[in-house]
Nanobody, 114 residues
Framework: VQLVESGGGLVQAGASLRLSCAAS????????MAWFRQAPGKEREFVAG????????DYLDSVKGRFTISRDNAKNTVYLQMNSLKPEDTAVYYC????????WGQGTQVTVSS
């Protein structure tokens, strides 16, 4: 599985962004998917996760109510809608897929200015 993120950028605090992660390969619908992020000087952290059919999601406490993860299995794509962005959301955001093995995308930069 290859994962390619897009949608990052530079925005002001309070703005919104939608990240996309396009997956290649077959059986995308059988993978658990997630978004992680890593800020400079910090460890990579879990942001949001979604199960194979989108029926179950989980979020980092600090993004609950602001971020929404979703997936479109027909398009082999997972999304992260980010609203009310804060400067502390600044990080490289990584797409993650898991089914027996783990797969990572190359990351997309999100920068939120105050």
């Amino acid at each position: 599985v290859q994962l390619v993120e897009s949608g990052g950028g530079l925005v002001q605090a309070g703005a919104s962004l939608r990240l996309s992660c396009a997956a290649s390969g077959r059986a995308f619908s059988s993978y658990g998917m997630a978004w992680f992020r890593q800020a400079p000087g910090k460890e990579r952290e879990f942001v949001a996760g979604i199960n194979w059919d989108g029926g179950s999601t989980d979020y980092l406490d600090s993004v609950k109510g602001r971020f929404t993860i979703s997936r479109d299995n027909a398009k082999n794509t997972v999304y992260l809608q980010m609203n009310s962005l804060k400067p502390e959301d600044t990080a490289v955001y990584y797409c993650y897929a898991e089914r027996i093995y783990e797969y990572w995308g190359q990351g997309t930069q999100v920068t939120v200015s105050s």
